[in-house]
């Protein structure tokens, strides 16, 4: 870990919304939903009225009669992503992006040419609304942890700078949901024995936590707590999973309905891992139903795949055995992914070597869509119904 405050974490305020709002000068000030059937984001106007993320549309509605609803342009959010890291990679050359609208800099030896790390940040912010017209907000801290509360805390578009001498005093005084890994479970778990803030987990001790809620979870939260995260920021670092998601609003959705889905976020994910030439072994269904609990399911497959065939049929079997709890609590959201990704691009063959593989056909789409665009060529079940729409991403 640094030894003063130097690690930035850069978070976009209400990206998606932000957005609309520059570009329609009669969206600002107003409360605005970007999405119809499902928020996928919303401003800090349609924020304070209660909407959310992921809410149905009819809910947010019924939350904010006046909410001005936009149909999101993905097109749009990508390129202001990409000009806000241009922002980024000209204040530092250590930039490690974690989303298209939030990153971790890095400035340590830069005090000489750019001044103090405050300097720097202040200076980040007003580059940012000036070249892209958007508000950010940046929390400065000695760990990337705290940085990330940081920036949390001081939203939206403000900046926080926590400087070593008054970490604890800042992080015990938080709520325990600002830890990392704090969910709803855990922190049910905590309140249940009265442990509301961050400084009462601190002072219970790792063997304690241990006890309460197992060993992986107690040891991270005991370290979280004293501010003990000694991951240094990171450029070029390549994911560990690739995903997609879509929310579905409030059903009943037919079963043909949700097979569509699947197959058209198992043809997303895919690709793109073709397109990176990165196999991957575990297959995880993620599934949010009606009363916003999750749920997780994986299946570790023999060797890694990119092939579409193959991890739309661990998908199939995954999504078949939480049919009993789609069908009792009704299914909002459905998300996919590929972990446990290879790094060198190389999947291996099994003996007896086959003639046809199944990969010809993936290869043979994935040039059509390349050449003529995603919507070339799609499932016969995917016809006539509308997709999801696909949200920016970093590089993989």
Known sequence: MSEGASILHADLDAFYASVEQRDDPRLRGRPVIVGGG??????????????????????ARQLCPDAIVVPPRMRAYSE????????????????????????????????????????????????????????????????KFLAKVASGVAKPDGLLVVEPADELTFLHALPVERLWGVGAVTAAKLHAHRIKTVGQVARLGEA????????????????LAHNRDPRPVQVGRRRRSMGAQRALGRGPHPPAFVEAVL??????????????????????????????????????LAKETWHTGTILAAVHKLHGEAASLIANRGL??????????????????????????GGELDAAMDQVRDRFGSAALMRASLLGRQQGPTTPLLPD
Not at 340 to 354: K, Y
């Open 332 to 357: 909002t959201l459905i998300g996919i992914a590929v972990a446990n990704l290879d790094g060198d691009g190389a999947v291996q063959l099994e003996l007896p070597l086959q003639a046809h593989t």
């Open 208 to 223: 304690t936590l241990v006890s309460m809620l197992g060993e992986g979870t107690g040891r991270h939260l005991n370290a």
């Open 80 to 143: 202001a992503s990409k000009r806000v890291f241009e922002v980024f990679r000209n204040t530092t050359p250590v930039v490690e992006g974690i989303s298209i609208d939030e990153a971790f800099l890095d400035v340590r030896g830069l005090w000489r040419i750019a001044g103090t790390p405050r300097r720097i940040a202040e200076r980040l912010r007003g580059d940012v609304l000036r070249e892209v017209g958007l508000p950010i907000t940046v929390g400065v801290a000695r760990t």
């Open 38 to 59: 499902v928020v996928l984001a919303c401003s800090y106007e349609a924020k304070r009225r209660g909407v959310r993320t992921a809410m149905g549309g009819r809910q």
């Open 263 to 300: 197959a058209e976020l198992v043809d997303r994910v895919s690709r793109r891992l073709r397109a990176a030439e990165r196999g991957g072994r575990t297959v995880v269904l993620r599934l949010r139903f009606a009363d916003f609990t999750r749920v997780t399911r994986s299946h570790t």
